[in-house]
């Protein structure tokens, strides 16, 4: 079994910055790719990014592209997300993700292993 497990998040102003960390642990860790999922209050699920674990292809939300950076470091079974210029809509509960099967996807239902969250709220 694989246990994800996010860290970084936090309270920030409208401006600020985050960063978010995701470690893996568990069984031999090598999905096809990871992703950045938030909930907020009141509204589904949504996809925020996702990367390729082993290559060097991202993929982002329109409503995050150019503010937030998705990285992995395979060595460390990490998944990171920088998220800059943070503003009060991005406040929400951030989730990451792994899917196994080779699936280049945005899609929620097609994640394998999620982690428990870490909340992030940006205040104006």
């Known amino acids: 079994q694989v246990q994800l497990v996010e860290s970084g998040g936090g309270l920030v102003q409208a401006g600020g910055s985050l960063r978010l960390s995701c470690a893996a642990s568990?069984?031999?860790?090598?999905?096809?790719?990871m992703g950045w999922f938030r909930q907020a209050p009141g509204k589904e699920r949504e996809f925020v990014a996702r990367?390729?674990?082993?290559?060097?292809?991202?993929a982002y939300a329109d409503s995050v592209k150019g503010r937030f950076t998705i990285s992995r470091d395979n060595a460390k079974n990490t998944v990171y997300l920088q998220m800059n210029s943070l503003k009060p809509e991005d406040t929400a509960v951030y989730y990451c993700?792994?899917?196994?099967?080779?699936?280049?996807?945005?899609?929620?239902?097609?994640?394998?292993?999620w982690g428990p969250g870490t909340q992030v709220t940006v205040s104006s």
């Open positions: 993700a792994a899917v196994e099967s080779a699936r280049w996807t945005a899609i929620t239902a097609n994640y394998d292993y």
């Open positions: 568990g069984r031999t860790f090598s999905p096809y790719a």
């Open positions: 990367i390729l674990w082993r290559g060097s292809i991202t």
